[in-house]
Structure formats: structure tokens, C-alpha cells
């Protein structure tokens, strides 16, 4: 019988060929290599919930600002667990404060806060801090037609009527400096009848440029000559900007708003700072990477913007004129020379302090001028400092001096706190910042000054 070539194909199929010995072992590494990773991501994916709903690794809040050196990231829970406790997100301008419109609803009274770490407050719940406290007091009395409640503070009369709204514009790190520049580009627009300046230690020295460029932070500096005319640097800010710390920041900026993950990285990465080895991974592997990434991604490399450009122009020019009754401030007395420190090294220290006030008591003169521009009437509210700080209680006369010829008001806060000479514990204070008590030692000195200035207006 004869088969036919249909058949013979049906009959006998070509046997498949088994795969080879290095195919097998690929397809298994491959394997291997997608479980891993599945592994690592839906690991990684369990961790962030964790991480999240044990609200661990929230404090990594900052992000670049090319005009004031640093802000807050918008809308970014700010949970804070290392010293203290609070959870509370920044608003969708970067303000760490409930949201508030630009424009204030008809009959709202607005005070306007700016300082540093011990304005900002993220050691306690927002509620708890001072600017909201005052607030509290303030629409408490005004509703209660002007009798004494129980929340302590003082008496508002039906005169001033309408709500209050005290927004806290504190940052932590900040200086006068950053603190005008805050003021005349984003404070102002609000429109606050009350601008309140917290000015505490170390202050005066983060206003101009340091004399070792290696030890600076990424802000503007200024300088002052000798007719009073204030003049904002950017030149050390932008050369942080270019640097790999900076790469990193830009690189990372949608991780650094997302994950808690990388918060508690960046929290490990902050307090291990200064050990020697971790400091040596930093420069040999940390350090290349940023570069490596700097060098393929040209996009992660700080290009100033057009709108920042705008900004410092605009800036610059409203420093042109003259602060008003410069060097009028009559020279404090020499403090006492500590024991312990030469002759030398103390007259050095107290030129560089006079330097520097020249240009702190400049830029506070200025902020009363654009604060009575735009219809506010300015405070200053120094903080209290350990009594070793001799500098600080001379700027702190120097300021009280100032708001005489300036008129406007000051309040020395260090009056209404225990004299401490620092680093024992106290109630008053969590680590280096406010509890709820020291919180409400401040809005008992603050509410009544406060309330005077809006009864002004």
C-alpha cells in the first residue's frame, strides 16, 4: 500500500529539540531575577504602608527655594517623632498652618508670624502652638463681647469684633535675613495688620556671609554700607544649588514628597553625620553616585528659573533706598569677658558681632518700613536664651533701643522665663524647643500686645 506524502507527515512529526543546558540556566536566572525583584518592590510597597500608618519618616519636610534658600514641601505630612511629637501637613502654599485664601473674608483681623524652628513649632501638634493659641484667646474674648474667659490672655473689646487669623510663617533655620525676604515675597500679600517677628540666638550671625565658605548654609546673605543700604547676595546660594547634596535634593524630589521610606533613610543619614565611617561612605560612595547621576541626567543640575530670576530683581530693587535712623543706635557697653577667653579672640569675636548686628539692625528697620508700607504694625518679640549668651542679651538691648526710634512695639520674652544657663531639662521646653507650657508662657506675652496693635488700626 502506498502512503502518500500527507501521511507521512501526520505519521512522523519532527521531534522538537531539547533546549540546551546555558538556555535552561538562563531562563532560570531570569527567573530568579523577577522573583527577586517582585519580592523587593511588594516588600518595599508593605514597608511604606507600615512606615505610614505608624507615621515613621515624615521629617523630611524641605525643599530648594532659589530665592530664600529653603521652604516647606507643599501639602507634605510633617510627622515628627525625634524630638517631640506632631502630625500635621504643610498647606498647599508651604505654609505649616491650616490653608488660608490669599485675600482675607471682609471683617477677618490677620496677624502674620516669622521666625525659625521655635516659631514653626513642629515639636508640638499645630493646635498647640503659640500663633494658634493667641488666636484661640483672641476670637474667645471678641466673641465673648469683651469679658475674661477661661483661656487666660487678655481682654478684646467688641471694638475690634470680626475673626482673627494668626498664620504662622515660622521656618526652621531661618534668619532675619530669610525672614524679610519671606516677608516682602509671600507674607505681605495676606495682608496682615499684625507682622510679628520672633528673633532668638544665633539669629544676628545668619545674615551675612561666613567668613569660612565651608561652614555656610544655603540661604542669601547681605551686607549693609555705610548709608544704609541693604544689598542681598545669592552667590553662595546658588553654589550650594550646584552642588551634588543639591543634585540629590532635585533628583529625589517626587520620592522626597511620597515616600516615608527615604524619611527614615534621610533621618538615619542626619543622625549619623560626624561618625567616621559613615562620614567616609558619604565621600566614597554617596557622593559619586549624586555625580554619576548629575553627569547622565543633566535636567537634575540647578538651572536658575526665570520666575526666581523676576523675584531677586524685584527684591534687589526694593532695597535700593535707604533704611531709615541707620547706625542711629547708640553702642551698647562691652560685656564682661567671659573667664577662659584671651583678650584677643574676644575682641575679635566682638568686632565680628558688631559686623554683623550693623546688618541685623538694618534689615529689622527695613521690615518696619515695608510693614508700614503695607499697613501692618510690627512687633519683635526676642525669645529667651541660656545666660551664657552675653552677645545675644546686647542685641537684645540694641532691639529694644531700635523699636524706640523705629516705634514700633518689643517684647523681651526671656523676662518671663526661668533664667536657665542652659542644657538642664525643664517642663517648659522639649529638647531645644517650646512644650504646650512654654507655648502658652509666650501667648500670654504676646496676646496683649497684639491686641493693642489691632485695636490701632
Known amino acids: ?29 531570569i527567573r530568579n531575577i523577577v522573583w527577586c525583584f517582585g519580592t523587593f518592590i511588594v516588600s518595599l510597597l508593605v514597608l511604606e504602608v507600615a512606615l505610614r500608618a505608624c507615621g515613621v519618616g515624615g521629617e523630611e519636610y524641605l525643599k530648594m527655594d532659589p ?14 517623632r525625634s524630638e517631640g511629637w506632631s502630625y500635621d501637613p504643610a498647606n498647599s502654599k508651604g505654609i505649616r498652618d491650616y490653608e488660608y485664601s490669599v485675600t482675607a473674608a471682609p471683617g477677618v483681623h490677620r496677624v502674620a508670624f ?49 475673626k482673627v487669623e494668626c498664620i504662622n510663617f515660622g521656618m526652621s533655620g531661618y534668619g532675619t535675613a530669610q525672614e524679610v525676604l519671606q516677608y516682602m515675597r509671600d507674607v505681605r500679600q495676606y ?65 522626597r514628597r511620597n515616600s516615608y521610606v527615604l524619611g527614615v533613610l534621610a533621618q538615619i543619614d542626619k543622625t549619623s553625620k560626624g561618625q567616621k565611617y559613615y562620614d567616609l561612605y558619604q565621600q566614597k560612595v554617596l557622593l559619586p553616585i549624586y555625580e554619576s547621576l548629575a553627569n547622565l541626567v543633566p535636567a537634575v543640575r540647578y538651572k536658575p528659573d526665570e520666575v526666581s530670576m ?76 541660656p545666660t551664657s549668651q552675653i552677645f545675644y542679651f546686647k542685641e537684645v538691648n540694641a532691639l529694644q533701643q531700635i523699636s524706640k526710634e523705629e516705634g514700633f512695639d518689643f517684647v523681651n520674652l526671656h523676662e518671663a522665663f526661668p533664667k536657665s544657663a542652659g542644657g538642664e531639662s525643664s517642663p517648659l ?20 500686645v497684639i491686641e493693642r496693635n489691632l485695636k490701632r488700626n
Open 1 to 29: 500500500m502506498t502512503t502518500t506524502l500527507r501521511e507521512k507527515s501526520i505519521k512522523s512529526p519532527t521531534p522538537a529539540k531539547a533546549p540546551s543546558r546555558i538556555s535552561r540556566l538562563v531562563r532560570g536566572l
Open 67 to 80: 530665592t530664600i534658600g529653603f521652604t516647606h514641601l507643599e501639602n507634605k505630612p510633617i510627622v515628627v
Open 114 to 162: 516669622l521666625g525659625d524652628s521655635k516659631t514653626e513649632s513642629i515639636q508640638v501638634p499645630l493646635k498647640d502652638n503659640f500663633p494658634k493659641e493667641i488666636e484661640r484667646r483672641l476670637n474667645a474674648k471678641s466673641s465673648s463681647g469683651g469679658r475674661e474667659t477661661a483661656e487666660g490672655g487678655s481682654n478684646v473689646s467688641n471694638a475690634l469684633g470680626g
Open 191 to 255: 495682608k496682615p495688620e499684625v507682622t510679628v517677628l520672633v528673633y532668638h540666638v544665633l539669629d544676628n550671625d545668619e545674615n551675612t556671609a561666613p567668613v569660612q565658605p565651608e561652614t555656610f548654609t544655603p540661604r542669601p546673605y547681605f551686607s549693609v554700607n555705610d548709608q544704609g543700604v541693604l544689598k542681598p547676595d545669592w552667590l553662595f546660594l546658588d553654589a550650594w544649588f550646584c552642588s551634588e547634596r543639591a543634585v540629590y535634593f532635585k533628583a529625589c524630589d517626587w520620592l
Open 310 to 385: 523676576a523675584q531677586r530683581a524685584s527684591l534687589a530693587k526694593e532695597f535700593e533706598k535707604p533704611v531709615s535712623n541707620f547706625g542711629s543706635t547708640s553702642e551698647e557697653q562691652i560685656p564682661d569677658r567671659p573667664p577662659g577667653f584671651l583678650e584677643n579672640d574676644y575682641n575679635v569675636l566682638l568686632l565680628n558681632h558688631r559686623l554683623h548686628f550693623r546688618v541685623t539692625a538694618a534689615l529689622i528697620r527695613k521690615l518696619n518700613q515695608v510693614c508700614k508700607e503695607n499697613g501692618s504694625k510690627l512687633v519683635v518679640a526676642t525669645l529667651p536664651a
Open 429 to 448: 521646653f522639649v529638647g531645644f524647643h517650646f512644650s504646650r507650657l512654654g507655648h502658652n508662657i509666650v501667648a500670654n506675652e504676646l496676646t496683649p
